[in-house]
């Protein structure tokens, strides 16, 4: 049972591994993992190698093949730590109230482009993350507390569009450590973004608490001014459905012209 658990996880979970796992790179390096082992025991190809071993058979390893085998194998579990968790021990999905809106391929562009005036923080991140699962409630608080017309929150998938994680580079493998990444629009362009990333694209460590990003992001002054664009956007919209009514004429000179008529009529007479 110990060992079905883990394979049964491991499967479910196969098609959100699958995309990264067909990458060149683990492909090749899966590729000469399995030749190494087939040359080493096939009868006939094992036999014509040299070896280190005392007994001369060159069809087994030797120590020093064993030690960097047994380093090797310590170096990958250390660097998939974060995948085993996720197929051991997911974190629960955050289901509270939110303002936050789910962008796909097609549309983030578009919505970001939209009205220049809007500032936008988009929250970059994978469903099989767990550091974005955890991350799920704090982003929701925040969208709470500064959500307005001037000022939005949204979120993609980039483990579900991949042509997202490229445009905006924001890395999708496990063993990056971009997700989450949040990124602040203004006029439909990148301003920053949470955590940087250095020249040689590895990203820098950084704390997703709420403190953290209001301080980053300047939140409170970013609320302040978007809250008078909605105020102005407000007037506008007031005065563009409901437009002025005339002015009536007072009761004074409508009385003054009433005797006016009267008197005329009177000298007709």
């Known amino acids: 049972m110990a060992l079905l658990t883990p394979l049964f996880a491991f499967l479910y979970h196969l098609p959100q591994v699958y995309k990264w796992l067909l990458k060149p790179y683990y492909v090749a390096s899966l590729f000469m993992s399995i030749a190494f082992l087939a040359v080493r025991k096939t009868p006939g190809i094992c036999d014509r190698l040299a070896t280190q071993r005392e007994d001369g058979n060159s069809c087994d390893f030797d120590w020093r093949e064993v030690e960097i085998l047994m380093f090797l194998s310590a170096i990958v579990m250390m660097k998939n730590r974060r995948a085993m968790f996720l197929m051991t021990c997911k974190p629960p999905l955050y289901m509270g109230p939110e303002y936050i809106k789910y962008f796909s391929d097609k549309t983030i562009d578009d919505e970001l482009a939209r009205d220049g005036r809007v500032t936008w923080i988009v929250e970059f991140f994978a469903n099989w993350s767990p550091e974005c699962q955890s991350f799920a409630s704090v982003y929701a608080?925040?969208?709470l507390k500064y959500n307005c017309a001037g000022l939005k929150f949204g979120k993609v998938d980039i483990g579900r569009y991949g042509e997202v994680s490229k445009k905006y580079k924001v890395s999708a493998s496990p063993l990056s450590k971009q997700l989450p990444s949040l990124v602040l629009f203004q006029g439909g362009k990148e301003v920053m973004r949470r955590p940087q990333v250095d020249k040689k694209g590895r990203a820098v460590s950084w704390s997703f608490t709420e403190e953290n990003?209001?301080?980053?992001?300047?939140?409170?002054?970013?609320?302040?001014?978007?809250?008078?664009?909605?105020?102005?956007?407000?007037?506008?919209?007031?005065q563009s459905q409901f437009p002025p009514v005339p002015e009536e004429e007072e009761p004074e000179q409508q009385g003054v012209e009433a005797q006016g008529v009267e008197s005329e009529s009177k000298k007709d007479k």
């Open 141 to 143: 608080d925040l969208s």
């Open 213 to 238: 990003i209001i301080r980053e992001f300047n939140l409170n002054e970013l609320y302040q001014k978007s809250k008078k664009l909605s105020k102005t956007r407000g007037d506008k919209v007031s």
